[in-house]
């Protein structure tokens, strides 16, 4: 794990934006394609409105980039509430990728259930046998969740499904989530977080005790990958390490 402080989100979405080329150059150089989950939230927006930008965009093969969600509310894509439809207006509508290679993690007349099913299909046919992401892009919430592994749900102690559909009473809403198997197969996963909110749940996942039923962060542990943490000076401020060293 590395974790990097940032003085703010401009600087974060630089380096993510970056570090997204970078992995999608080597994954099309060395196995011909880039596998992406992209998050919701307010802090990628900066970095998909950079990706889309003159400067950046061309850097990228999105002939050859596939891209689906970490996790996503299950309201229609043109929903405010959708993660989708962030990304599609700040980066999606402004490349030339495929529409085929978009897997959207909401579909009409489904259930969320029977969704996640045919999702993780969808996940099974381009990642292959290794099932094995080049990038994965998460949050945090200030209480500790990441993707949609939210404290103490069911969701958290899941071995098998790779992708997974429940109501969360507390939003009174259905999630559908890549569970944690399935993300910490990814090659690297990187974790924007930004603001003092975070600051308590941050400190709590990396330095505290091992307790991811209440802190489901905790969770993330890479097989074989990386996984780095871009955080603002305000979420970092309960930090004890000095992990830019």
Sequence with gaps: MMLKVFDNKEEISATAAQLFIDIAQKAVSERGR?????TGGTSPDA???????????????????????????????TDDKS?????????????????????????DGKSPEEFAQEYEQQVRQVLGDALSFDLVLLGMGGEGHTASLF???????????????YFLASQDMFRVTLTAPLINKAQNIVVMLLGESKAAALHEVL???????????????????KLLWLVDQAAAKDLKGNYNS
Excluded at 34 to 38: D, E, G, I, P, S
Excluded at 83 to 107: D, G
Excluded at 207 to 225: I, K, M, S, V
Aim: a negative charge.
């Design 207 to 225: 330095e505290g005790e091992h307790n991811p039923e209440l802190y489901p962060a905790q969770l993330l542990n890479p097989e074989n990958g």
């Design 34 to 38: 880039f596998t992406v989950a992209l």
């Design 83 to 107: 993660n989708a439809k962030m990304a599609h207006r700040t980066l999606l509508s402004n490349v030339p990728i495929p529409e085929s290679q978009i897997f959207y993690m909401w579909a």
């Design 47 to 77: 970095l998909y409105t950079l990706l889309s930008s003159p400067a950046f965009k061309d850097k990228v093969d999105w002939a050859h980039t596939f891209i689906f969600w970490g996790d996503e509310r299950w309201v229609p894509l």
């Design 151 to 165: 404290p103490y749900e069911p969701v958290l102690k899941e071995k098998d499904k790779l992708v997974y559909a």
